[in-house]
């Protein structure tokens, strides 16, 4: 009786997809397996090499059925997608995958361990907090320039237009308005704070790192792009050349694997030499 060898997953929130081949090709699985159901299906299976596209929960569930014994390997979306040999659904989905696993010429993305994934939370919870701050920031500059009251950008004309909603005695700005106002200034300040928080642990983990503090030692790359570097990629001897490991860091960051804005904000170098 044919064995199975190559398993495509295509992981959802429910109902994931397998679709599973022998040695010779002739397809000996094709089902829906629902989460709950997922662990115990794979533990019943001999090992086998298990493809899976990189994207959101990708990561656990590599570990997961790693751990049970399964080569697991997580491969980019856009690499899968010249597989897919009809209308797009689950089925095919996974039958691509499934071929695409297999290829010599593959490429495929490290599984990330827990604690990368954790750092690389703090990054982008962090971005997300002081995208909140800018946006806010741009509604109190567009809300008292209706009054007339403009200053110039920086933190510190950010400052001032803060201080002027907080002085009551300053009675250029309406009371209906200060009441909305006041609300604006202090989720900015909330926001400050968590971003705050969340940038300390950063730095102390990468101070805990001996990778990380070795990356904020060349000229230019500071604490926190040091730190994102270093969970995201954790065997740097996959890249051939640095241009190889710059093309990867633009490709990743318009897919699925979005890596922290760290890492491509053109002004991060900046924002990194005086956060350090």
């Keep these: ?28 699985i094709r089902r829906r397996v629902r989460r709950s159901d997922l662990i115990r299906f794979f533990s019943s299976l001999p090992r086998c090499l298990i493809g899976i596209e990189a994207c959101p929960g990708a990561h656990h569930w590599a570990r997961v059925l790693g751990g049970l014994g399964h080569d697991v390997r997580l491969m980019p979306a856009a690499y899968v997608k010249p597989y897919v040999k009809r209308q797009k659904n689950d089925m095919t989905d996974a039958e691509a995958i499934c071929e695409a696993v297999t290829r010599p010429t593959m490429r495929f993305v490290p599984v990330k361990s827990t604690a990368q994934q954790s750092v690389l939370n703090l990054h982008r919870s962090r971005d997300l907090l002081i995208r909140q701050r800018t946006c806010l920031i741009n509604a109190l500059r ?43 200034v202090e989720q900015i300040r909330s926001l400050e704070a968590a971003a705050g928080d969340l940038e300390t642990v950063i730095k102390a983990w990468h101070r805990a790192n001996e990778r990380s503090r070795r990356l904020a030692s ?33 490709f990743t960051a318009t897919s699925w694997l979005a890596l922290p804005p760290t890492l491509t904000d053109r002004n991060s170098q900046y924002q990194t030499r005086e956060n350090s």
């Design 142 to 184: 567009g809300h008292l320039a209706e009054f007339g009251i403009v200053v110039a950008q920086g933190a510190a004309g950010r400052t001032l237009l803060m201080s002027l909603v907080e002085d009551e005695e300053f009675d250029v700005i309406p009371p209906e308005a200060r009441i909305a106002l006041t609300a604006l």
């Design 218 to 250: 060349i000229p230019g790359i500071g604490p926190l792009t040091a730190s994102a570097l270093a969970a995201t990629i954790d065997d740097a001897s996959l890249f051939r050349s640095g241009r190889h490991l710059a093309a990867w860091l633009v």
């Design 1 to 28: 009786m044919e064995q199975v060898t190559t398993i495509g997953l295509d992981i959802a929130k429910l109902i994931f997809q397998a679709h599973g081949v022998s040695a010779g090709g002739a397809v000996l």
